[in-house]
Protein backbone atom coordinates (compact mmCIF):
# COMPACT_ATOMS: atom_id res chain seq x y z
CA UNK A 1 0.00 0.00 0.00
CA UNK A 2 1.07 3.40 -0.68
CA UNK A 3 1.79 5.66 1.74
CA UNK A 4 -0.29 9.11 1.10
CA UNK A 5 1.74 12.05 0.20
CA UNK A 6 1.44 15.23 1.96
CA UNK A 7 1.33 18.08 -0.15
CA UNK A 8 3.36 20.86 1.27
CA UNK A 9 0.73 23.87 0.07
CA UNK A 10 0.34 26.35 3.44
CA UNK A 11 -0.84 30.06 2.48
CA UNK A 12 -0.53 33.06 4.91
CA UNK A 13 -1.05 36.32 5.46
CA UNK A 14 -0.22 39.10 7.84
CA UNK A 15 -3.03 40.68 8.16
CA UNK A 16 -1.88 43.48 10.78
CA UNK A 17 1.01 43.76 12.86
CA UNK A 18 1.93 46.68 15.27
CA UNK A 19 1.25 48.00 18.55
CA UNK A 20 -2.39 49.33 17.40
CA UNK A 21 -3.81 45.51 16.59
CA UNK A 22 -2.35 42.20 15.60
CA UNK A 23 -3.95 39.43 13.28
CA UNK A 24 -2.54 36.71 11.29
CA UNK A 25 -4.08 33.87 8.77
CA UNK A 26 -2.81 30.50 7.79
CA UNK A 27 -4.55 28.14 5.75
CA UNK A 28 -3.93 24.62 3.73
CA UNK A 29 -6.42 23.14 1.45
CA UNK A 30 -8.65 21.77 4.13
CA UNK A 31 -7.87 24.14 7.17
CA UNK A 32 -8.10 28.13 7.75
CA UNK A 33 -6.74 29.53 10.99
CA UNK A 34 -6.75 32.80 12.69
CA UNK A 35 -4.32 34.26 15.22
CA UNK A 36 -6.13 36.97 17.60
CA UNK A 37 -8.22 39.65 16.36
CA UNK A 38 -6.87 42.82 17.74
CA UNK A 39 -8.84 45.02 15.59
CA UNK A 40 -12.91 45.99 15.49
CA UNK A 41 -14.44 42.97 14.02
CA UNK A 42 -15.56 45.87 10.86
CA UNK A 43 -11.79 46.19 10.49
CA UNK A 44 -10.89 42.62 10.26
CA UNK A 45 -13.08 41.54 7.94
CA UNK A 46 -12.15 44.30 5.15
CA UNK A 47 -8.32 43.15 5.63
CA UNK A 48 -10.14 39.72 4.73
CA UNK A 49 -11.88 41.20 1.80
CA UNK A 50 -7.99 42.61 0.78
CA UNK A 51 -6.94 39.03 0.44
CA UNK A 52 -9.87 37.72 -1.53
CA UNK A 53 -11.38 35.16 1.79
CA UNK A 54 -14.07 35.32 4.31
CA UNK A 55 -13.48 34.86 7.66
CA UNK A 56 -17.05 33.02 7.88
CA UNK A 57 -15.02 30.31 6.95
CA UNK A 58 -12.82 29.96 9.19
CA UNK A 59 -12.21 26.43 11.33
CA UNK A 60 -11.08 28.38 14.31
CA UNK A 61 -9.31 31.78 16.13
CA UNK A 62 -6.17 30.69 18.37
CA UNK A 63 -5.70 33.65 20.80
CA UNK A 64 -1.89 34.50 22.21
CA UNK A 65 -2.56 36.61 25.35
CA UNK A 66 -5.20 38.75 26.87
CA UNK A 67 -4.21 42.59 25.71
CA UNK A 68 -6.19 44.77 23.49
CA UNK A 69 -4.34 45.09 20.50
CA UNK A 70 -4.66 40.94 20.00
CA UNK A 71 -8.65 40.35 21.16
CA UNK A 72 -10.09 43.63 20.92
CA UNK A 73 -12.52 41.80 17.98
CA UNK A 74 -12.47 38.17 19.08
CA UNK A 75 -15.74 38.21 20.94
CA UNK A 76 -17.76 40.09 18.12
CA UNK A 77 -16.11 38.26 15.47
CA UNK A 78 -16.55 34.73 16.85
CA UNK A 79 -20.33 35.69 17.77
CA UNK A 80 -20.87 36.77 14.33
CA UNK A 81 -19.60 33.84 12.38
CA UNK A 82 -20.27 30.88 15.48
CA UNK A 83 -16.36 30.71 15.58
CA UNK A 84 -14.57 28.39 18.44
CA UNK A 85 -11.66 30.50 20.41
CA UNK A 86 -9.06 28.40 21.73
CA UNK A 87 -6.74 29.91 24.66
CA UNK A 88 -4.87 28.70 27.76
CA UNK A 89 -7.41 28.20 30.58
CA UNK A 90 -5.16 31.64 32.33
CA UNK A 91 -5.65 33.60 29.20
CA UNK A 92 -9.26 32.54 29.56
CA UNK A 93 -9.29 33.66 32.78
CA UNK A 94 -8.08 37.15 31.85
CA UNK A 95 -9.67 37.83 28.63
CA UNK A 96 -13.41 36.81 29.47
CA UNK A 97 -14.50 40.09 31.03
CA UNK A 98 -13.38 41.92 27.58
CA UNK A 99 -14.92 39.61 25.14
CA UNK A 100 -18.19 39.19 26.30
CA UNK A 101 -20.43 36.34 26.52
CA UNK A 102 -18.69 33.31 24.38
CA UNK A 103 -21.45 30.43 24.15
CA UNK A 104 -19.91 27.16 25.46
CA UNK A 105 -19.50 25.26 22.33
CA UNK A 106 -17.14 27.53 21.14
CA UNK A 107 -14.70 27.84 23.97
CA UNK A 108 -11.65 25.25 23.73
CA UNK A 109 -8.79 25.39 25.75
CA UNK A 110 -4.95 25.09 23.88
CA UNK A 111 -2.47 24.82 26.68
CA UNK A 112 1.17 25.83 26.62
CA UNK A 113 3.83 23.14 25.35
CA UNK A 114 0.90 21.57 23.49
CA UNK A 115 0.05 20.42 19.72
CA UNK A 116 -3.44 20.67 18.55
CA UNK A 117 -4.31 19.45 15.38
CA UNK A 118 -6.98 21.32 12.69
CA UNK A 119 -7.49 19.01 9.53
CA UNK A 120 -4.11 18.63 7.83
CA UNK A 121 -2.32 21.18 10.09
CA UNK A 122 -0.50 20.63 13.56
CA UNK A 123 -0.02 23.67 15.64
CA UNK A 124 2.21 23.74 18.52
CA UNK A 125 1.80 26.20 21.46
CA UNK A 126 4.82 27.61 23.20
CA UNK A 127 5.39 29.76 26.21
CA UNK A 128 6.81 33.40 25.82
CA UNK A 129 8.06 35.83 28.60
CA UNK A 130 5.68 38.65 28.25
CA UNK A 131 3.77 41.07 31.07
CA UNK A 132 0.60 38.90 30.55
CA UNK A 133 -1.22 35.94 32.09
CA UNK A 134 0.27 32.97 30.23
CA UNK A 135 1.25 34.39 26.97
CA UNK A 136 1.77 31.81 24.01
CA UNK A 137 2.38 31.42 20.35
CA UNK A 138 2.41 29.29 17.67
CA UNK A 139 4.66 27.44 14.94
CA UNK A 140 2.39 26.01 12.35
CA UNK A 141 3.55 22.55 10.46
CA UNK A 142 1.85 20.78 7.25
CA UNK A 143 3.83 18.27 5.60
CA UNK A 144 7.60 19.26 5.96
CA UNK A 145 6.46 23.20 6.00
CA UNK A 146 7.28 25.25 9.18
CA UNK A 147 5.57 28.42 10.08
CA UNK A 148 6.53 30.51 13.13
CA UNK A 149 4.44 33.24 14.19
CA UNK A 150 6.76 34.79 17.47
CA UNK A 151 6.13 38.41 18.90
CA UNK A 152 5.69 39.97 22.28
CA UNK A 153 8.57 38.73 23.92
CA UNK A 154 10.87 40.69 26.39
CA UNK A 155 13.53 38.26 25.33
CA UNK A 156 14.12 35.12 23.26
CA UNK A 157 14.73 31.99 25.31
CA UNK A 158 17.11 29.22 24.31
CA UNK A 159 13.94 26.88 24.56
CA UNK A 160 12.15 29.03 22.34
CA UNK A 161 15.15 29.35 19.29
CA UNK A 162 14.79 25.88 19.51
CA UNK A 163 11.28 25.17 19.09
CA UNK A 164 11.36 27.37 16.23
CA UNK A 165 14.64 27.45 14.44
CA UNK A 166 14.91 26.76 10.75
CA UNK A 167 11.37 27.45 9.91
CA UNK A 168 10.76 27.83 6.52
CA UNK A 169 8.76 31.53 6.99
CA UNK A 170 9.29 33.39 10.51
CA UNK A 171 7.11 36.00 11.59
CA UNK A 172 9.00 37.30 14.39
CA UNK A 173 9.39 40.68 16.80
CA UNK A 174 10.95 43.81 15.78
CA UNK A 175 9.24 46.64 18.13
CA UNK A 176 11.77 49.20 18.96
CA UNK A 177 14.73 50.92 18.51
CA UNK A 178 15.89 51.69 21.85
CA UNK A 179 17.51 55.02 20.97
CA UNK A 180 13.88 56.55 19.79
CA UNK A 181 12.27 54.78 22.45
CA UNK A 182 14.94 56.57 25.60
CA UNK A 183 14.16 59.95 23.53
CA UNK A 184 10.52 59.08 23.40
CA UNK A 185 7.97 60.85 25.32
CA UNK A 186 6.69 57.81 26.73
CA UNK A 187 6.92 57.92 30.39
CA UNK A 188 9.94 56.24 32.49
CA UNK A 189 7.53 53.27 33.69
CA UNK A 190 6.70 52.49 30.57
CA UNK A 191 9.73 52.81 28.85
CA UNK A 192 11.09 50.33 31.65
CA UNK A 193 8.24 47.82 30.92
CA UNK A 194 9.21 47.50 27.58
CA UNK A 195 12.78 47.19 28.04
CA UNK A 196 12.08 44.72 30.82
CA UNK A 197 12.10 40.92 30.34
CA UNK A 198 8.29 40.56 30.39
CA UNK A 199 8.03 43.46 27.19
CA UNK A 200 9.12 43.45 23.95
CA UNK A 201 12.03 42.17 21.54
CA UNK A 202 14.23 45.32 20.20
CA UNK A 203 15.44 45.74 16.75
CA UNK A 204 19.10 44.45 17.76
CA UNK A 205 17.60 41.66 19.74
CA UNK A 206 15.66 41.00 16.88
CA UNK A 207 18.90 40.77 14.88
CA UNK A 208 20.88 38.31 17.31
CA UNK A 209 17.74 36.09 17.62
CA UNK A 210 17.31 35.05 14.25
CA UNK A 211 20.76 34.81 13.89
CA UNK A 212 20.70 31.60 15.81
CA UNK A 213 17.11 31.02 14.61
CA UNK A 214 17.62 30.94 10.76
CA UNK A 215 18.50 27.19 9.23
CA UNK A 216 18.83 26.20 5.55
CA UNK A 217 15.05 25.78 5.01
CA UNK A 218 14.40 29.40 5.85
CA UNK A 219 12.96 32.07 3.00
CA UNK A 220 10.94 34.32 4.66
CA UNK A 221 11.10 36.56 7.73
CA UNK A 222 9.10 39.21 8.32
CA UNK A 223 9.60 41.63 10.95
CA UNK A 224 6.63 42.27 13.31
CA UNK A 225 4.63 44.10 15.94
CA UNK A 226 6.45 47.44 15.26
CA UNK A 227 5.87 49.56 17.78
CA UNK A 228 4.07 52.99 16.61
CA UNK A 229 5.88 55.32 18.39
CA UNK A 230 9.10 54.02 18.68
CA UNK A 231 9.87 52.22 15.38
CA UNK A 232 9.96 52.46 12.00
CA UNK A 233 10.18 50.10 8.88
CA UNK A 234 13.11 50.83 7.52
CA UNK A 235 15.46 51.60 10.62
CA UNK A 236 13.83 47.83 11.76
CA UNK A 237 14.90 46.28 8.12
CA UNK A 238 17.88 47.87 8.31
CA UNK A 239 18.90 47.21 11.83
CA UNK A 240 18.38 43.59 11.65
CA UNK A 241 19.61 43.25 8.32
CA UNK A 242 22.78 44.90 9.81
CA UNK A 243 23.14 42.32 12.88
CA UNK A 244 22.36 39.38 10.13
CA UNK A 245 25.07 40.62 8.12
CA UNK A 246 27.70 41.11 11.24
CA UNK A 247 26.89 37.32 12.10
CA UNK A 248 27.85 36.41 8.20
CA UNK A 249 24.34 35.89 6.28
CA UNK A 250 24.02 37.38 3.35
CA UNK A 251 20.21 38.84 2.98
CA UNK A 252 18.09 38.09 -0.39
CA UNK A 253 20.83 34.81 -0.83
CA UNK A 254 18.70 32.45 0.68
CA UNK A 255 16.37 34.16 2.42
CA UNK A 256 14.85 38.11 2.62
CA UNK A 257 13.40 40.48 4.79
CA UNK A 258 10.13 42.12 5.03
CA UNK A 259 7.70 44.39 6.67
CA UNK A 260 3.96 44.07 8.34
CA UNK A 261 1.91 46.83 8.79
CA UNK A 262 -0.68 48.29 10.91
CA UNK A 263 -3.28 48.76 8.27
CA UNK A 264 -2.04 46.64 5.13
CA UNK A 265 -2.47 42.45 4.94
CA UNK A 266 0.74 41.20 3.33
CA UNK A 267 0.34 39.38 0.45
CA UNK A 268 -1.49 35.69 0.82
CA UNK A 269 2.02 34.09 0.37
CA UNK A 270 2.38 29.88 -0.42
CA UNK A 271 5.28 28.60 1.36
Known sequence: MKKKKVRNNVRFSVLASGSTGNACYVETDSSRLLVDVGLSG????????????????????????????????????????????????????????????????????????????FGDLDVESFGVSHDAASPQFYVFHHGEKKLTLATDMGYVSDRIKGTVKDSDMIIFESNHDIDMLMMGK????????????????SNEDAG????????????????????????????????????????????????????????????????
Open 42 to 117: KKIESLFKKINRDPKFLDGILVTHEHSDHIKGLGILSRRFKLPIYANEKTWLAMENQIGKIPTDLKFHFECDRVQT
Open 208 to 271: EALAEIIGDKTRRIYLAHLSKDNNMKDLARMSVQQTLEKRGFEIGETFALYDTDAEVPTELTTV
Open 186 to 201: YPWNIKRRILGDQGHV
